[in-house]
T-cell receptor, first 109, second 113 residues
Framework: QKEVEQNSGPLSVPEGAIASLNCTYS??????FFWYRQYSGKSPELIMS????GDKEDGRFTAQLNKASQYVSLLIRDSQPSDSATYLC?????????FGAGTTVTVRA | SQTIHQWPATLVQPVGSPLSLECTVE??????LYWYRQAAGRGLQLLFY??????ISSEVPQNLSASRPQDRQFILSSKKLLLSDSGFYLC????????????FGNGTRLTVT
Protein backbone atom coordinates (compact mmCIF):
# COMPACT_ATOMS: atom_id res chain seq x y z
CA GLN A 1 0.00 0.00 0.00
CA LYS A 2 1.01 3.59 -0.52
CA GLU A 3 2.59 5.35 2.42
CA VAL A 4 0.84 7.75 4.72
CA GLU A 5 2.59 9.36 7.67
CA GLN A 6 0.73 11.08 10.48
CA ASN A 7 2.21 13.16 13.25
CA SER A 8 2.88 10.95 16.20
CA GLY A 9 0.66 11.22 19.22
CA PRO A 10 -0.89 11.16 21.54
CA LEU A 11 -1.95 14.79 21.42
CA SER A 12 -3.40 16.34 24.55
CA VAL A 13 -5.11 19.73 24.35
CA PRO A 14 -7.16 21.72 26.87
CA GLU A 15 -10.84 22.23 26.25
CA GLY A 16 -11.44 25.20 23.98
CA ALA A 17 -7.99 25.03 22.36
CA ILE A 18 -7.08 24.22 18.76
CA ALA A 19 -5.90 20.70 17.94
CA SER A 20 -3.64 20.46 14.89
CA LEU A 21 -3.16 17.19 13.04
CA ASN A 22 -0.82 16.61 10.11
CA CYS A 23 -0.43 13.98 7.45
CA THR A 24 1.95 13.47 4.52
CA TYR A 25 1.47 11.05 1.67
CA SER A 26 3.75 9.46 -0.88
CA UNK A 27 1.63 9.16 -4.02
CA UNK A 28 1.64 12.37 -6.09
CA UNK A 29 -1.19 10.98 -8.19
CA UNK A 30 -3.64 10.97 -5.29
CA UNK A 31 -6.87 12.80 -6.03
CA UNK A 32 -8.94 12.48 -2.89
CA PHE A 33 -8.14 13.12 0.75
CA PHE A 34 -10.18 12.35 3.83
CA TRP A 35 -10.14 12.64 7.57
CA TYR A 36 -11.87 10.04 9.71
CA ARG A 37 -12.58 10.01 13.41
CA GLN A 38 -12.52 6.73 15.32
CA TYR A 39 -13.73 6.43 18.87
CA SER A 40 -12.26 3.62 20.94
CA GLY A 41 -13.81 0.29 19.94
CA LYS A 42 -15.84 1.82 17.12
CA SER A 43 -15.48 2.00 13.37
CA PRO A 44 -14.10 5.10 11.61
CA GLU A 45 -16.53 7.80 10.59
CA LEU A 46 -15.92 10.36 7.87
CA ILE A 47 -15.58 13.93 9.10
CA MET A 48 -13.95 15.76 6.20
CA SER A 49 -13.16 15.29 2.54
CA UNK A 50 -10.99 17.59 0.45
CA UNK A 51 -10.02 17.37 -3.20
CA UNK A 52 -8.48 20.74 -4.12
CA UNK A 53 -5.58 22.75 -2.77
CA GLY A 54 -6.49 25.19 -0.04
CA ASP A 55 -8.75 25.18 2.98
CA LYS A 56 -12.13 23.63 3.55
CA GLU A 57 -14.15 24.46 6.64
CA ASP A 58 -17.00 22.50 8.16
CA GLY A 59 -18.15 23.72 11.55
CA ARG A 60 -15.24 23.51 13.96
CA PHE A 61 -13.14 21.48 11.52
CA THR A 62 -10.82 22.89 8.86
CA ALA A 63 -8.92 20.72 6.43
CA GLN A 64 -5.95 22.08 4.49
CA LEU A 65 -4.46 20.45 1.40
CA ASN A 66 -1.16 21.23 -0.30
CA LYS A 67 -0.59 18.83 -3.17
CA ALA A 68 2.79 20.28 -4.07
CA SER A 69 4.08 19.47 -0.57
CA GLN A 70 2.01 16.26 -0.38
CA TYR A 71 0.57 17.44 2.89
CA VAL A 72 -2.88 17.53 4.42
CA SER A 73 -3.84 18.81 7.84
CA LEU A 74 -6.86 19.04 10.10
CA LEU A 75 -7.57 21.77 12.62
CA ILE A 76 -10.15 21.28 15.34
CA ARG A 77 -11.16 24.61 16.83
CA ASP A 78 -12.76 25.04 20.24
CA SER A 79 -11.90 21.44 21.12
CA GLN A 80 -14.48 19.61 23.20
CA PRO A 81 -14.15 16.45 25.32
CA SER A 82 -16.31 14.71 22.69
CA ASP A 83 -13.48 15.29 20.19
CA SER A 84 -11.30 12.83 22.13
CA ALA A 85 -10.69 10.08 19.58
CA THR A 86 -8.17 8.77 17.08
CA TYR A 87 -8.04 10.70 13.82
CA LEU A 88 -7.08 8.89 10.63
CA CYS A 89 -6.07 10.55 7.41
CA UNK A 90 -6.63 8.72 4.15
CA UNK A 91 -5.86 9.36 0.52
CA UNK A 92 -6.61 7.61 -2.72
CA UNK A 93 -7.67 7.98 -6.31
CA UNK A 94 -7.91 4.52 -7.85
CA UNK A 95 -10.89 3.09 -5.95
CA UNK A 96 -8.66 2.38 -2.95
CA UNK A 97 -7.83 4.42 0.10
CA UNK A 98 -4.61 4.16 2.11
CA PHE A 99 -4.80 5.10 5.76
CA GLY A 100 -2.35 6.52 8.22
CA ALA A 101 -1.86 4.86 11.60
CA GLY A 102 -3.83 7.62 13.30
CA THR A 103 -3.23 10.30 15.90
CA THR A 104 -4.98 9.98 19.24
CA VAL A 105 -6.34 13.24 20.60
CA THR A 106 -7.36 13.75 24.20
CA VAL A 107 -9.22 16.92 25.14
CA ARG A 108 -8.85 17.61 28.85
CA ALA A 109 -11.54 19.56 30.66
CA SER B 1 -30.28 6.85 2.70
CA GLN B 2 -27.57 4.23 2.47
CA THR B 3 -26.84 1.86 5.32
CA ILE B 4 -24.30 -0.90 5.77
CA HIS B 5 -24.85 -3.92 7.96
CA GLN B 6 -22.04 -6.11 9.21
CA TRP B 7 -22.26 -9.13 11.49
CA PRO B 8 -21.48 -10.57 13.91
CA ALA B 9 -20.22 -7.76 16.14
CA THR B 10 -17.86 -9.99 18.09
CA LEU B 11 -16.54 -13.47 17.46
CA VAL B 12 -14.23 -15.81 19.35
CA GLN B 13 -12.93 -18.71 17.30
CA PRO B 14 -10.31 -21.42 17.94
CA VAL B 15 -7.23 -21.72 15.77
CA GLY B 16 -7.90 -23.87 12.73
CA SER B 17 -11.65 -23.17 12.63
CA PRO B 18 -13.40 -21.64 9.61
CA LEU B 19 -14.60 -18.05 9.35
CA SER B 20 -17.44 -16.32 7.58
CA LEU B 21 -18.17 -12.62 7.99
CA GLU B 22 -20.98 -11.03 6.06
CA CYS B 23 -21.74 -7.49 5.02
CA THR B 24 -24.68 -6.02 3.13
CA VAL B 25 -25.37 -2.52 1.87
CA GLU B 26 -28.82 -0.99 1.45
CA UNK B 27 -30.01 2.06 -0.40
CA UNK B 28 -27.55 2.05 -3.28
CA UNK B 29 -26.76 0.04 -6.39
CA UNK B 30 -23.43 -1.24 -7.68
CA UNK B 31 -21.34 -0.05 -4.73
CA UNK B 32 -17.63 -0.66 -4.48
CA LEU B 33 -17.12 -2.94 -1.47
CA TYR B 34 -14.10 -3.35 0.78
CA TRP B 35 -12.76 -5.44 3.64
CA TYR B 36 -10.23 -3.82 5.95
CA ARG B 37 -8.52 -5.20 9.04
CA GLN B 38 -7.24 -3.21 11.98
CA ALA B 39 -4.90 -4.95 14.39
CA ALA B 40 -4.79 -3.64 17.95
CA GLY B 41 -3.18 -0.19 18.00
CA ARG B 42 -2.49 -0.30 14.29
CA GLY B 43 -3.76 1.37 11.14
CA LEU B 44 -6.23 0.02 8.63
CA GLN B 45 -5.02 -2.64 6.22
CA LEU B 46 -6.94 -3.17 2.99
CA LEU B 47 -7.61 -6.87 2.46
CA PHE B 48 -9.99 -7.09 -0.50
CA TYR B 49 -12.09 -4.85 -2.66
CA UNK B 50 -14.71 -5.42 -5.31
CA UNK B 51 -16.07 -3.13 -8.01
CA UNK B 52 -18.76 -5.57 -9.18
CA UNK B 53 -20.40 -8.96 -8.69
CA UNK B 54 -17.83 -11.73 -8.86
CA UNK B 55 -14.92 -9.27 -9.14
CA ILE B 56 -12.50 -9.52 -6.23
CA SER B 57 -9.10 -7.88 -5.90
CA SER B 58 -6.78 -9.12 -3.18
CA GLU B 59 -4.32 -6.74 -1.61
CA VAL B 60 -2.54 -8.99 0.87
CA PRO B 61 -1.73 -12.69 0.31
CA GLN B 62 -2.93 -14.67 3.31
CA ASN B 63 -5.35 -17.39 4.30
CA LEU B 64 -8.41 -15.20 3.82
CA SER B 65 -10.69 -14.98 0.79
CA ALA B 66 -13.61 -12.82 -0.22
CA SER B 67 -16.66 -13.29 -2.39
CA ARG B 68 -19.41 -11.08 -3.75
CA PRO B 69 -22.35 -13.30 -4.63
CA GLN B 70 -24.81 -10.41 -4.98
CA ASP B 71 -24.50 -6.73 -5.86
CA ARG B 72 -24.71 -5.50 -2.28
CA GLN B 73 -23.32 -8.49 -0.38
CA PHE B 74 -19.67 -9.04 0.49
CA ILE B 75 -18.36 -12.06 2.40
CA LEU B 76 -14.98 -12.63 4.05
CA SER B 77 -13.98 -16.22 4.66
CA SER B 78 -11.21 -18.43 5.90
CA LYS B 79 -10.90 -22.20 5.91
CA LYS B 80 -8.50 -22.30 8.88
CA LEU B 81 -7.93 -19.37 11.18
CA LEU B 82 -4.53 -18.42 12.54
CA LEU B 83 -3.76 -16.56 15.74
CA SER B 84 -2.52 -13.67 13.60
CA ASP B 85 -6.00 -13.31 12.08
CA SER B 86 -7.25 -11.68 15.27
CA GLY B 87 -8.31 -8.09 14.78
CA PHE B 88 -11.09 -5.67 13.99
CA TYR B 89 -12.61 -6.41 10.57
CA LEU B 90 -14.35 -3.60 8.81
CA CYS B 91 -16.57 -3.76 5.76
CA UNK B 92 -16.95 -0.53 3.82
CA UNK B 93 -18.56 0.79 0.67
CA UNK B 94 -18.18 3.69 -1.72
CA UNK B 95 -20.32 4.96 -4.51
CA UNK B 96 -19.25 4.52 -8.11
CA UNK B 97 -17.67 7.99 -8.27
CA UNK B 98 -13.91 7.88 -8.66
CA UNK B 99 -13.22 9.90 -5.52
CA UNK B 100 -16.05 8.75 -3.32
CA UNK B 101 -15.28 8.42 0.40
CA UNK B 102 -15.46 5.15 2.29
CA UNK B 103 -18.35 4.47 4.62
CA PHE B 104 -17.72 1.79 7.22
CA GLY B 105 -19.90 -0.77 8.91
CA ASN B 106 -19.77 -1.22 12.67
CA GLY B 107 -17.06 -3.86 12.41
CA THR B 108 -16.48 -7.37 13.73
CA ARG B 109 -14.01 -7.90 16.54
CA LEU B 110 -12.45 -11.33 15.95
CA THR B 111 -10.38 -13.08 18.59
CA VAL B 112 -8.65 -16.29 17.57
CA THR B 113 -7.72 -18.40 20.60
Amino acid sequence: QKEVEQNSGPLSVPEGAIASLNCTYSDRGSQSFFWYRQYSGKSPELIMSIYSNGDKEDGRFTAQLNKASQYVSLLIRDSQPSDSATYLCAFGGDYKLSFGAGTTVTVRA
Amino acid sequence: SQTIHQWPATLVQPVGSPLSLECTVEGTSNPNLYWYRQAAGRGLQLLFYSVGIGQISSEVPQNLSASRPQDRQFILSSKKLLLSDSGFYLCAWTGTGYNSPLHFGNGTRLTVT
